[in-house]
């Protein structure tokens, strides 16, 4: 994803005069395209992420459209009460992108996790929280996220993630896309956990539970239309995401069944226990370890299925 | 009335730094608002840009090529406001509303959205400096030519934020920043120099690749020497370092940091407005 995010970024950078790239201290070669051809709009910010957010408000304030980009932790909780203050409350159109996110990153250790940003950043006011499934979605967010009129958090994976869309979908901010159609059940997915939540799909149709995936590449706002039309229509819905279980995807949508007062289906959520991991580990032992797996999603929604 | 910038002497200068300093002692009493000695601090620094030096229209508060000033020592909002009204962005009149219910006039900035004038809504110290940095390199981007002025305080100097933001406009070699810090030797709770290594003060921006200097912050002809010679052909961002007074102007305020939070009596307005000159 990060190469597509340099890709789509160096794009946009030639067609836009206000876009600014900021980096804290990653990602240099990844940018020489865009350097190629807006170097005075490149800033290299240096291990200084409270600085650079500042920075980028004050930029943003001037009709400037900044983009901030480092690993994720560093961009969101490292420099938070400037994204509340100088982003949030001033409304500036910054958009912050978290590279390595969830457990993308998963053995440089609890440091570079980043299981709370989602939890932590819908809470701002003006804050849009997005999380692409995979490339496709991740150019087509970070173009509309530019016609913004405030600021936007986006969380993206590492390199290497399957392409989910095979040709670009229509694609709104707040409107959830419908990967798989299904019967059954359905699986609401955010982020780069999609790949797993549609081979969790895959082995509940050979179970023959038929689930249809949609993705939420936005979180906040949260699609409550289409979460009022599944809730209705299906008798489970799972929400999966690379993310703590507090307050992420599934907890915006455990807040908005509390205010729905009656939404009929079985709700599931997958998603990070509420513990650093201490122990060293990749991606997919640490996925293991919290139960985000297609087998445990798949097992656990067809045991809901059974018992609705 | 708003009064007309770039008319007033020295002397009128002078004289409207002590009527400000007597409105915001007023307006503390009347609102029982504190931070009067911060404010009373740096109002010869706010009469000097908003009344001498900035390049600025009341009228068109949102040009894009104005100079922009902002408060990074928030705390510091009561003094603003004056110079604000009586620099014309909003009527005199409008604050009396100030700490009302519903109003605009908080202890700190509101965001530039919501008053005239404002360019940063601050408050929480360590944010106005950075966000001024990158209205400066937005300007270079854009090949305007505005000057960008940060003020302050000394604590604020405390913000490991001001000193990254320090380094990358000495990196990016921002000529068209200004940062004056209004060293009035106390922070909330004690002497600025001894809550932290705080000097030598001026010695720390230049090693921090400033072009730096020290001025008495009170003195209306140095202050606006400064300020109107940016930038100043070094080719570095540019920090005054201004000695100043906690509670300037009235004896028995200056120096004692018990104004921070105090709120004066009636009759110490009185005594105030009556050492100010002001009746």
């Known amino acids: 994803m990060r190469n597509a995010f340099a890709d789509e970024v160096t794009k946009l950078g030639k067609e836009d005069p206000r876009l600014v790239l900021l980096s804290g201290d990653i990602g240099n070669k990844l940018f020489d395209g865009f350097k190629e051809h807006a170097e005075a709009r490149f800033f290299n910010c240096g291990v200084a992420e409270a600085n650079m957010m500042s920075v980028a408000s004050g930029m943003a304030l001037c009709g400037l459209r900044p983009i901030i980009y480092t690993i994720t932790p560093f961009t969101t909780t490292r420099c938070l009460e400037q994204i509340r203050v100088d982003a949030c409350y001033h409304k500036a159109p910054v958009i912050i992108v978290g590279t390595g996110a969830g457990l993308s990153y998963a053995e440089l250790g609890p440091t570079h996790h980043s299981l709370e940003d989602m939890a932590i950043l819908r809470t701002l006011p003006e804050m849009t929280v997005l999380a692409p499934c995979d490339q496709t979605e991740l150019r087509l967010l970070l173009r509309a996220a530019l016609e913004l009129d405030g600021p936007a958090y986006m969380r993206i994976g590492k390199k290497g993630e399957p392409t989910i869309h095979a040709t670009p979908p229509e694609l709104r901010i707040g409107k959830a896309i419908t990967v798989r159609e299904g019967n059954d059940v359905c699986l609401i997915s955010t982020g780069n956990i999609m790949p797993e939540v549609l081979k969790a799909a895959e082995l509940l149709a050979a179970q023959g539970v038929s689930a249809r995936v949609e993705s939420f590449h936005t979180v906040k706002p949260l699609d409550e239309t289409r979460l009022a039309e599944v809730f209705a229509a299906y008798s489970v819905v799972a929400v999966v995401e690379e993310h703590s279980r507090l307050g992420g995807l599934g907890g915006s949508i455990a807040e908005w069944r509390v205010r729905q007062g009656g939404a009929r289906a079985r709700m599931l959520s997958f998603g990070a226990a509420d513990v650093f991991m201490h122990e060293v580990g990749s991606q997919e032992y640490a996925r293991r370890k919290f139960g985000l797996t297609a087998e445990n999603i798949a097992a656990q929604v067809r045991a809901a299925a059974h018992a609705a | ?279």
Not at chain 2, 191 to 208: G, I, N, T, Y
Request: contains cysteine; aromatic residues 6%.
């Open chain 2, 1 to 279: 009335m708003a009064l007309d910038a770039q008319k007033l002497d020295l002397l009128g200068l002078q004289r409207l730094s002590r009527e400000i300093r007597a409105r915001i002692i007023e307006n503390s009493h009347k609102t029982q608002t504190p931070h009067l000695g911060s404010c009373l601090s740096c109002v010869d620094i706010l009469v000097a840009a908003y009344f001498h030096t900035l390049r600025l229209d009341p009228v068109k508060p949102r040009d894009p090529d104005r100079d922009r000033f902002i408060l990074s020592k928030g705390h510091g909002a009561p003094a603003l406001f004056q110079v604000l009204a009586l620099r014309g962005f909003y009527p005199v009149s409008m604050l009396e509303t100030y700490g009302e219910d519903g109003g605009l006039f908080a202890e700190h900035p509101p965001t530039p959205t919501h008053l005239a004038g404002i360019e940063a809504a601050t408050g929480s110290l360590g944010h106005g400096m950075p966000m001024g940095l990158g209205m400066a390199l937005a300007g270079r981007i854009q090949g305007r030519g505005y000057n960008v002025v940060a003020l302050l305080s000394d604590g604020e100097c405390n913000e490991g934020a001001i000193w990254e933001s320090a380094m990358l406009a000495a990196a990016q070699r921002v000529e068209r920043l200004c940062v004056v810090v209004d060293f009035n030797k106390w922070q909330a709770t004690g002497r600025s120099c001894e809550v932290m290594a705080l000097d030598p003060l001026v010695d720390k921006w230049r090693a921090f690749g400033w072009n730096a200097c020290e001025v008495d912050g009170h003195d209306m002809a140095a202050l606006t020497r400064l300020l109107s010679a940016l930038p100043d052909g070094s080719g570095k961002p540019v920090a005054v370092i201004a000695h100043t007074v906690k509670g300037k102007g009235v004896s028995f305020m200056e120096d004692d940091n018990n104004w921070h939070y105090r709120i004066p009596k009636a009759e110490e307005v009185a005594a105030a407005k009556k050492e100010l000159g002001v009746v």
